[in-house]
């Protein structure tokens, strides 16, 4: 064989070898695409509390889709409710019928109770249940949540109220305050 012989099988194996570096990577390229649209196509809902910003012993449910997708046929099963309370979460809509839509950044605010009354007992306590729902790709799925009063326990008030809306009420009740003097 001559040296024009070698060069081109050696030119023909760089091109194979360089064919099968560009086949593997845009295969990962397509597998991480797929992966990013389902993940845009997917809903995930939490839960959780806050105390009210005027008032932190008022307790509210957050029921909130973080995900990119929209969830489907949304429903809860309580497992255990609030003790001692006149409330219950059967009196939420979320509990009583199916939501068949929950958009993306879509929350559902229920208040739940007050802590002024039997503070340690109601910090102590805690309600738990079940969400199942299913979002555009047509996956199932089913979430325990279990919501302690103790996560908002020891929460203050700030004064002035540390968020924007918060300081628009304070400067009002302030500069009302001293029209009133006058």
Do not use: C
């Not at 593997?24 to 992966?35: A, G, I």
């Not at 910090?123 to 302690?148: C, G, M, P, W």
């Not at 929460?155 to 918060?166: A, E, R, S, V």
């Amino acid at each position: 064989m001559e040296l024009k012989d070698w060069i081109n099988i050696a030119l023909t194996a760089i091109m194979v070898l360089a064919t099968i570096v560009y086949v593997v990577y845009t295969y990962k390229l397509v597998k991480e695409s797929r992966k990013t649209r389902e993940h845009n196509l997917e809903a995930h809902i939490i839960a959780y509390l806050v105390n009210a910003e005027t008032s932190p012993s008022l307790v509210t449910l957050i029921i909130e889709n973080i995900g990119n997708g929209v969830a489907r046929k949304v429903e809860g099963r309580i497992i255990r409710d609030i003790q001692k309370n006149r409330k219950s979460l059967n009196d939420f809509g979320l509990f009583q019928k199916k939501f068949e839509y929950f958009p993306s950044g879509y929350s559902l605010k229920y208040f739940l109770l007050t802590l002024t009354d039997n503070y340690e007992e109601r910090t102590e306590d805690y309600i738990e249940f079940e969400l199942s729902y299913s979002d555009a790709l047509n996956k199932n799925k089913k979430q325990r949540f279990k919501v302690e009063f103790k996560d908002v326990k020891g929460i203050g008030m700030l004064t002035p109220p540390d968020t924007y809306q918060g300081m628009i009420a304070y400067r009002l009740e302030k500069i009302q305050k001293i029209l009133d003097k006058k």
